[in-house]
T-cell receptor, first 113, second 114 residues
Framework: DTEVTQTPKHLVMGMTNKKSLKCEQH?????MYWYKQKAKKPPELMFV???????INESVPSRFSPECPNSSLLNLHLHALQPEDSALYLC????????????FGSGTRLTVV | GESVGLHLPTLSVQEGDNSIINCAYS??????FIWYKQESGKGPQFIID?????DKRQGQRVTVLLNKTVKHLSLQIAATQPGDSAVYFC?????????????FGAGTRLFVKA
C-alpha cells in the first residue's frame, strides 16, 4: 500500500458543529502532516507529528485540534470554525521527519457555512 | 522574511517541447529541495528531489538543477505531454525548533497545448 487515504472527501459543516477529518497510511511512515490549501495557493503547513508526537504547530488556532492515535492514523478535530477556514485540508506522510519527500492524500474539501 | 518563490505564475508550452519551471529560495541554510506536481482535485505528487550537495539530478523526463550561489532551483520537463498539465510547486525542507518541515513556494501552472 503506497497511499495516504483521507476521509471524508467533502465536508460541509456549520460554525457550531464539531467534525473530524481522518487520515490513514500503511507505509510504515513515522512522520505525518496536516496542510491547509486555499484556492490557487500553495499548501500551508499546520502540524507535524513525529513518531506519534506533535513536534510542530504553526500557530494554528485552537479550533483545530490534531490527534495521532497510532503510527498509521492522524485526525484533525474541528470545532467552532469560521467561513474563512473553508479550504482543502491535506494530509501527508514521510518515512521519518527528516529530508524526505512526502506522500500526500487527495485531501478533504471543507466548506464552513 | 524567508520564502520559497517562483518567477512565473503560468507557463504555456507546445506538446513535445521542453518546459522549464524556475524557483528562487531565500533560506541559504536549506539543504533539501523537492518538486511536486498537483493536478486538479488531487494532492501534490512527488516528482523529484535534490540535496544541497548536488547541482543536478535526473529522473524520467525530468531534471532538477540547483544553483546554490544564486539560490535558484529549476525543473526541466523533456518532451512535454498533455498529461504534464498541472500546477508545479517547488518546496524547501528546513529545520525548525520542533524539527524538519517542508515549505511550499507559490506554484506555476503549466499548460500544454496540443
Amino acid at each position: 500500500d503506497t497511499e495516504v487515504t483521507q476521509t471524508p472527501k467533502h465536508l460541509v459543516m456549520g460554525m457550531t458543529n464539531k467534525k473530524s477529518l481522518k487520515c490513514e497510511q500503511h507505509m510504515g511512515h513515522r512522520a505525518m502532516y496536516w496542510y491547509k490549501q486555499k484556492a490557487k495557493k500553495p499548501p500551508e503547513l499546520m502540524f507535524v507529528y513525529s513518531y506519534e508526537k506533535l513536534s510542530i504547530n504553526e500557530s494554528v488556532p485552537s479550533r483545530f485540534s490534531p490527534e495521532c492515535p497510532n503510527s498509521s492514523l492522524l485526525n484533525l478535530h474541528l470545532h467552532a470554525l469560521q467561513p474563512e477556514d473553508s479550504a482543502l485540508y491535506l494530509c501527508a506522510s514521510s518515512q521519518v521527519p527528516d529530508s524526505y519527500g512526502y506522500t500526500f492524500g487527495s485531501g478533504t474539501r471543507l466548506t464552513v457555512v | 522574511g524567508e520564502s520559497v518563490g517562483l518567477h512565473l505564475p503560468t507557463l504555456s508550452v507546445q506538446e513535445g517541447d521542453n518546459s522549464i519551471i524556475n524557483c528562487a529560495y531565500s533560506n541559504s541554510a536549506s539543504d533539501y529541495f523537492i518538486w511536486y506536481k498537483q493536478e486538479s482535485g488531487k494532492g501534490p505528487q512527488f516528482i523529484i528531489d535534490i540535496r544541497s550537495n548536488m547541482d543536478k539530478r535526473q529522473g524520467q523526463r525530468v531534471t532538477v538543477l540547483l544553483n546554490k550561489t544564486v539560490k535558484h532551483l529549476s525543473l526541466q520537463i523533456a518532451a512535454t505531454q498533455p498529461g504534464d498539465s498541472a500546477v508545479y510547486f517547488c518546496a524547501e525542507n528546513r529545520v525548525d525548533t520542533g524539527g524538519f518541515k517542508t515549505i511550499f513556494g507559490a506554484g506555476t501552472r503549466l499548460f500544454v497545448k496540443a
